[in-house]
C-alpha cells in the first residue's frame, strides 16, 4: 500500500511538472551581505577566551530563474574581521585582525511566486548557499541555508524587462577556520555566522 502511494506521489509530481508554463529569464544587479555575531567561547586554563568573526561584501550579481527556482551568482570584494578576548586575572586583552578578499557566492533557491495586481509578483524563497574566499582565504569558505522573499515589478512599456529585489536571512555553517578556532579553546559554541543578503537587479523574460 506504502509503494502503491509512493508512486502515485511520483507520478502526480512528474504530471505537474510536465503541463506546468516555466517563464524563463536571466538578469543582475548589486547585492549587500553582511553577517555578524557569531562567536565561540571557552576556557584554557584559568583564562576565558572569545573568538569571534565578521563579514561584509558588496558588489554584483547575475542570475537565472525559471519561475519556481532561481540560481544566482555574486561576486565582489569582501571585508572580514576576526577578534579574540581574553580574560583572566592579570589579563584583559582584545586582539582583532582584519582581511580584505575577493568573494563569490554560489545560490540555489526555490521559490512560489504569487501575483499582487498586473505589475507585481511577490515570493518567498528558500535554498542553499555556498560561500567562497580568495586570496589565501578559502579555509573561511562556507555552506549555508538561506530563506527570506522577493518582488518583482513589470514594466508595462518593456514587457519583456522587470525589476527584482530580495531581502534574505543567511545561516552559515561554521567554516573550517571556525571549528579549529573553537577546538583550539575548547569552545562551548561552533556557531556559524548569522546576517542578512539584499539584492536588487533587473531581469530579462525570454
Known amino acids: 500500500m506504502k509503494k502503491r502511494i509512493g508512486l502515485l506521489v ?12 516555466f517563464e524563463l529569464s536571466a538578469g543582475g544587479g548589486l547585492m549587500f551581505d553582511i553577517s555578524l555575531n557569531n562567536e565561540a567561547k571557552g576556557t584554557v586554563g584559568s583564562t576565558d577566551l572569545t573568538y569571534g568573526h565578521t563579514f561584509i561584501a558588496f558588489g554584483g550579481f547575475i542570475f ?19 577578534y579574540y578576548q581574553m580574560r583572566s586575572p592579570g589579563l584583559d586583552e582584545d586582539v582583532e585582525d582584519i582581511y580584505t578578499t575577493f568573494a563569490m557566492n554560489f545560490s540555489l533557491l526555490g521559490k512560489f511566486p504569487f501575483k499582487l495586481g498586473s505589475s507585481f509578483k511577490l515570493f518567498p524563497l528558500v535554498g542553499f548557499s555556498y560561500n567562497m574566499n580568495f586570496k589565501d582565504f578559502s579555509q573561511l569558505n562556507q555552506l549555508g541555508l538561506l530563506f527570506g ?3 518583482d515589478y513589470n514594466f508595462q512599456k518593456w514587457e519583456k524587462l522587470y525589476l527584482r529585489a530580495e531581502l534574505l536571512y543567511s ?11 573553537a577546538d583550539l579553546i575548547d569552545g562551548s559554541a561552533k556557531m556559524g555566522m548569522l ?4 539584492k536588487v537587479g533587473v531581469g530579462y523574460k525570454f
Open 10 to 21: 511520483v507520478f502526480a509530481l512528474v504530471a505537474a511538472l510536465s503541463f506546468a508554463q
Open 64 to 82: 537565472f530563474d525559471a519561475t519556481y527556482a532561481e540560481a544566482a551568482l555574486s561576486f565582489g570584494p569582501a571585508y572580514g574581521g576576526t
Open 149 to 151: 522573499a522577493g518582488m
Open 171 to 181: 545561516i552559515r555553517f561554521p567554516s573550517n577556520f571556525q571549528k579549529d578556532m
Open 195 to 198: 546576517g542578512a543578503v539584499v
